[in-house]
């Protein structure tokens, strides 16, 4: 154990408290930006969307790597190589997300031609 982060926590419940988070600041935020009239209705929904997941993994891979570094029945280097690992499956997530929702990895009317 390398620190004592006391009992462990829900992975699951936190994830869903992460993304309900996400999801009101998000909203709100984009929301703001439609009234603005700087982004469509439906990129204020999809922004939303994508934040809302994103918070909901980080806050999940967060807990458990918490949870690893204070699990007392493993080595402090097994509980650090495992909250690193998790650390990463977040971000390599994220970056996922972000990856494939870019504007330009997206098909669009424009980008289908007609032979």
Excluded: W
Excluded at 14 to 24: D, R, T, V
Excluded at 57 to 79: D, F, H, M, P, Y
Aim: charged share 15%; aromatic share 6%; with cysteine.
């Amino acid at each position: 154990m390398i620190a004592n982060t006391g009992t462990p926590r829900s992975i699951t419940g936190h994830a869903i408290s992460g993304g309900f988070i996400a999801l009101m600041l998000s909203g709100a935020y984009a929301y703001r930006k439609y009234k603005d009239n700087t982004i469509t209705k439906q990129e204020a929904i999809a922004e939303t969307l994508k934040t809302t997941l994103e918070g909901g993994i980080i806050t999940a891979c967060g807990v458990a790597a918490a949870n690893a570094l204070g699990n007392n029945t493993k080595t402090s280097t097994q509980g650090l190589v495992e909250a690193v690992a998790f650390v990463a499956v977040g971000a390599a997530s994220v970056y996922g997300i972000q990856t494939l929702t870019h504007k330009e990895n997206c098909i669009s009317k424009k980008s289908i031609q007609k032979d």
